[in-house]
């Protein structure tokens, strides 16, 4: 008789005990998923309806709530939400309101392509943050008082362009105001271009309420305009400075690599290891600001910093920055620098490796935004169960995908 090796044995017993955890099975509070059904129809008023009523057999909320519950079971393109609705008619009957049965792909489509975007994106909101609880400030004292940090910047989908019969649908660049408290994109602006960035900054920014919030950003978008509409409603900026203001970022330049000044900064040291490398950020911040040229465009202006990147005790990179916080707080400005990625790595990352959007098309250009808010939202929504699975993004969607009628029930219980 052969000999069982040992790997085999251990592996058996296992699989006996039942010790294999796929993810966490943890108690939940009850909270029924009607709670969204219902809100959703209650709230119809929010989306506007253009059909005609005398020939339309399936409401406008059925039909987005059959798009968000396929695009959270990795749902990606219109022939897989189709798939979708075909394996789980049953449940999608029982549980919406379709007295005229499931609509056809090809009525979603064209419904998806007539809701108005920012209609969607409050609808959106509303919803998140009926379920999600409120969140402690940031950071507070007597004089500081940093509610939320929100990270901006533009995205576009490259693979979005198509040529139809009615002409060129063009790449759709959208950008997002993206809450670091909530893992969640707050507002969205449709910009024809990246040069339009710029004026769309203060655009986006008025759709949100930004009081005691501080705003980070790339460098692109560091202007005067933008500046002042933060200053002018009680937010908060900490804006990096580069070439687009050339003269300036050489000034920052000598100012920082002097000693003298460096030395009397504050200054804020953070070490980690990635990617099998020692990494040092050293963070300098001063509220010495009398000598620069033309302060006074920059509303507000208290504090000019810098940050040193060290790899392994070699400096690879300076980045400047100018803010309206003291420097005493240099500590919650790195945080502020650092959180200016995370709209980069939590939701343009996720949107094209997990979500596949740059390689999505769609033949109207409103359905491609509408998709994109509702990819946004549901990425926002399982960010906040993470936890729950004990799984990424991408396996959280691929369980609720092999297992749909039980595990929609399970997220949107766990949320409140």
């Known amino acids: 008789m052969s000999k069982v090796s040992k790997e085999l044995i251990e592996f058996k017993k296992l699989l006996e005990e039942d010790e294999i955890e796929t993810y966490k099975n943890e108690p939940i509070e009850e909270l029924n998923l009607d709670f969204l059904i219902d809100y959703v129809y209650e709230n119809e008023y929010i989306l506007e309806d253009n059909r005609h009523y005398g020939y339309t057999l399936h409401s406008l909320e059925s039909i987005l709530l059959i798009v968000i519950f396929a695009m959270l079971s990795n749902c990606n393109t219109y022939k897989e939400i189709e798939l979708f609705i075909k394996v789980h008619y049953d449940w999608l009957i029982k549980k919406l309101k379709l007295d005229f049965g499931i609509p056809s792909i090809s009525t979603i489509r064209r419904v998806i392509s007539m809701i108005k975007p920012k209609e969607l994106e409050n609808l959106c909101n509303e919803i998140f943050f009926e379920y999600v609880r409120e969140k402690d400030d940031i950071y507070t004292d007597e004089n500081l008082r940093i509610v939320d940090i929100y990270s901006l910047d533009g995205k576009t989908a490259n693979g979005s362009e198509v040529n139809t019969t009615n002409g060129l649908i063009k790449k759709i660049n959208a950008m997002s105001a993206y809450s670091v408290k909530y893992n969640k994109t707050l507002a969205t602006e449709f910009i024809d271009a990246k040069t339009n960035e710029i004026p769309t900054c203060p655009k986006l920014l008025s759709r949100v309420n930004i009081k005691d919030v501080v705003i980070t950003f790339d460098a692109l978008n560091t202007q005067e305009k933008t500046i002042k509409f933060i200053n002018d409603n009680k937010g908060h900026y900490v804006a990096p400075i580069k070439d687009n203001h050339k003269d300036f970022a050489e000034e920052l330049k000598v100012y920082f690599n002097d000693l003298d000044f460096l030395n009397k900064s504050s200054k804020y040291t953070k070490t980690e290891k990635s990617h099998n490398q020692i990494e040092r950020r050293e963070y300098y911040f001063t509220n010495d600001i009398n000598w620069i040229n033309n302060k006074e465009k920059w509303n507000g ?116």
């Open 301 to 416: 202006l208290k504090s000019i910093g810098c940050v040193k990147k060290y790899i392994n005790n070699k400096l690879t990179e300076e980045r400047y920055f100018i803010s309206d916080i003291d420097c005493k707080y240099v500590e919650q400005l790195s945080n502020v620098i650092r959180s200016e990625w995370k709209i980069e790595n939590n939701l343009h990352w996720y949107l094209d490796t997990v979500f596949r959007e740059d390689s999505n098309k769609s033949y109207k250009n409103e359905s491609q935004k509408n998709l994109n808010i509702i990819r946004k939202f549901c990425l926002g929504i399982i960010k906040q169960i993470k936890s729950l699975y004990n799984q990424s993004v991408n396996s959280v969607r691929q369980i609720l995908s092999m297992c749909f009628e039980n595990e929609i029930e399970r997220i949107f219980n766990s949320l409140h």
